[in-house]
């Protein structure tokens, strides 16, 4: 079974500043996708950035960046330069190969402060 | 371009009271579609999700139930509500057997059971 979990429910940032949120997950399959999403007040969900598996390379999105650590299953989400509007709840995800199901984190809730 | 549509936006129901949430995509056929629950503090909860019509996977044990009785229809119902079903209801899509593709989602319930 494919479980994600986001250990830190809260986190604060000033405005400018560099700030990194964790996600572990655990699949049995190799072949798999990870996903950061935004829910920001408005609670509209926003995909901020995806991973393949398959690549080694992290992705990057402008401020957001992604350390994928395979081996550890660890995917954190690193945003630079905070804004005001990025302050939201943040989700984690992952699908697997071959699997239409789509499961996520319990979120974290980063506020960002002038 | 694809839309998704989720309707009621806000709902307040007596305990004991049916339930029908329904959910709409245009623009795709034949999408993969999912029904979350956010409960304070539980993060984003799969509830069900459909590969296509008639075809329901159930995650989680539970007073509500789901139907897709046309290709881009999702129903989320319930025959008597319960206090814990209070909650955000979101209803989301993806592109079938692409499991990189991101999820969409419509803007949410807000279920307020009384």
């Known amino acids: 079974a494919q479980t994600v979990t986001q250990s830190q429910p809260e986190m604060s940032v000033q405005e400018a500043e560099t700030v990194t949120l964790s996600c572990t997950y655990d699949t049995s399959e190799n072949n798999y996708y990870l996903f950061w999403y935004k829910q920001p007040p408005s609670r509209q969900m926003i995909l901020v950035i995806r991973q393949e598996a398959y690549k080694q390379q992290n992705a990057t999105e402008n401020r957001f960046s992604v350390n994928f650590q395979k081996a550890a299953k660890s995917f954190s989400l690193k945003i630079s330069d905070s804004q005001l509007g990025d302050t939201a709840m943040y989700f984690c995800a992952m699908t697997q190969g071959g699997s239409e199901k789509l499961v996520f984190g319990k979120g974290m809730k980063l506020t960002v402060n002038p | 371009s694809q839309t998704i549509h989720q309707w009621p936006a806000t709902l307040v129901q007596p305990v004991g009271s049916p339930l029908s949430l329904e959910c709409t995509v245009e623009?795709?056929?034949?999408?993969?579609l999912y029904w979350y629950r956010q409960a304070a503090g539980r993060g984003l909860q799969l509830l069900f999700y459909?590969?296509?019509?008639?075809?329901i996977s159930s995650e989680v044990p539970q007073n509500l139930s789901a139907s897709r009785p046309q290709d881009r229809q999702f129903i989320l119902s319930s025959k008597k509500l319960l206090l814990s079903d209070s909650g955000f209801y979101l209803c989301?899509?993806?592109?079938?057997?692409?499991?990189?593709?991101?999820?969409?989602f419509g803007q949410g319930t807000r279920l307020t059971v009384v």
């Open positions: 623009g795709t056929s034949n999408p993969n």
């Open positions: 459909s590969v296509g019509i008639g075809q």
């Open positions: 989301a899509w993806s592109v079938k057997r692409v499991s990189s593709t991101e999820a969409f």
